[in-house]
C-alpha cells in the first residue's frame, strides 16, 4: 500500500507564506511526477505546479513567481513554498505523485493525498 500524506495548510493573511509538505511512504519503488493541485469552494481541481523526477518544473500562470516547488528524492518528499499569498489562493491543496510500487508488477500509478486547507484572508 501506498500513502501520500501533506501537511503544512493553515490560515494567513495576505502576503504572508506557507511551506506544504508531502510524504509519501509504503512500499514503494519508485516516483516518478510529483504535484501539487488544488480545489477551491465551487471549482475544479487546478495544477499548481508538477517536478518531474529529474527537477523540471512547470507552474501554473497563477503562480508563477510566488510558488517553488522542490523535492527530496531520498525521503519521497514533495514540497511547496508559497509566498505573498493572495485570498484567491485559498483552497484545499492536494499532493499527487506517479508512484511504482514495489509488488513485481512495474506499473506506473497514480497517488493522491487526503489534503490540507489554506485560507488567505485580506
Known amino acids: 500500500q501506498v500513502q501520500l500524506v501533506e501537511s503544512g495548510g493553515g490560515s494567513v493573511q495576505a502576503g504572508e507564506s506557507l511551506r506544504l509538505s508531502c510524504l509519501a511512504s509504503?512500499?514503494?519503488?519508485?516516483?516518478?511526477?510529483m504535484a501539487w493541485y488544488r480545489q477551491a469552494p465551487g471549482k475544479q481541481r487546478e495544477l499548481v505546479a508538477i517536478?518531474?523526477?529529474?527537477?523540471?518544473?512547470t507552474y501554473a500562470d497563477s503562480v508563477k513567481d510566488r510558488v517553488t516547488i522542490s523535492r527530496d528524492n531520498a525521503k519521497n518528499a514533495v514540497y511547496l513554498q508559497m509566498n505573498s499569498l493572495k485570498p484567491e489562493d485559498t483552497a484545499v491543496y492536494y499532493c499527487?505523485?506517479?508512484?511504482?510500487?514495489?509488488?513485481?508488477?512495474?506499473?506506473?500509478?497514480?497517488?493522491w493525498g487526503q489534503g490540507t486547507q489554506v485560507t488567505v484572508s485580506s
Open positions: 517536478i518531474g523526477s529529474g527537477g523540471m518544473t
Open positions: 499527487n505523485a506517479e508512484i511504482m510500487r514495489r509488488n513485481g508488477v512495474f506499473q506506473w500509478n497514480t497517488y
Open positions: 509504503g512500499s514503494i519503488l519508485r516516483v516518478n511526477g
